[in-house]
């Protein structure tokens, strides 16, 4: 309960700022709007249904994207984990791909999909995947060969060793990899939306600029900051903190 009152005394004073420099006059308007301008954006926008649209668009697009990207990252990572020649290979390919910017796949979205959801879908896709993948790998890679030993031993083998043994002691590593994954899917997403004439958040925010309504694109990149907040509070904080306490990683 305290640590949920500091939040909101911080994020009050943070409004508090951000008033006051528009009173001051620092800046026109047009380029610092009121945070009474922003709200009554905020409202009015989810009253005639234009940010539900868009928020219900964006989240299609990333559930698509993101949830290939979690199946094909983790079977990657699998693979380059736990066979040698995939690792020499494959590894390498990745691991030099991860220092590659997303937006640079734009143009070859472009070219192989078109101006079209499945462009923006593949952004989304190779935002995420890289890293998924990557922290498969150095969870595969982490897993005590004691464990993996002792397993054999029981008779585990095959699909039944990665289900029984592999699997969960990596999957901390995992975790980690899909959170690092979801937040480079989000910022991907919304750079496909930006730079792709089509419906969602990304889209709201370029006619907002184009309108040159500040209020508007302040108000659509509150909505973005907060669905980013709640689906990492409501989702991943909680299981890393299970698989914490599964793990007896928790602090005493």
């Not at 029984?164 to 919304?190: D, E, Y």
């Not at 939306?193 to 370029?206: N, T």
Request: charged share 15%.
């Amino acid at each position: 309960m305290y640590s949920v009152i500091k939040r909101v005394i911080f994020f009050i004073f943070l409004i508090g700022i951000w008033e006051l420099l528009f009173r001051v006059g620092i800046w026109p308007e047009y380029v610092l709007p009121s945070t009474v301008s922003v709200g009554k954006t905020l409202v009015n926008g989810f009253h005639d249904h234009t940010f539900l649209i868009g928020i219900a668009i964006s989240m299609k697009r990333i559930a698509i994207g993101y949830g290939i990207s979690i199946v094909v990252g983790i079977f990657l990572g699998l693979l380059i984990g736990r066979i040698k020649i995939f690792e020499e290979t494959l590894g390498s390919l990745i691991s030099g791909l991860q220092t590659l910017p997303t937006i640079c796949w734009l143009p070859l979205a472009l070219l192989w999909f078109g101006l079209n959801d499945r462009a923006i879908i593949f952004l989304v896709i190779m935002g995420a995947v890289l890293s998924i993948t990557i922290a498969t790998d150095t969870g595969v890679k982490s897993v005590p060969v004691l464990y993996l030993r002792a397993a054999k031993t029981m008779g585990a083998s095959g699909w039944k060793l990665y289900l029984g043994v592999i699997i969960p002691a990596a999957l901390p590593h995992i975790v980690t990899g899909m959170k690092q994954g979801w937040s480079f899917a989000w910022r991907s997403l919304m750079a496909g939306e930006l730079l792709i004439v089509c419906l969602g958040l990304g889209h709201l925010l370029m006619i907002g600029r184009e309108l040159n309504d500040m209020s508007q694109v302040i108000a659509v990149m509150i909505v973005i900051v907060i669905i980013g907040i709640l689906v990492d509070r409501l989702f991943f904080i909680k299981v890393e903190k299970r698989i914490r306490e599964r793990w007896g990683l928790v602090k005493a």
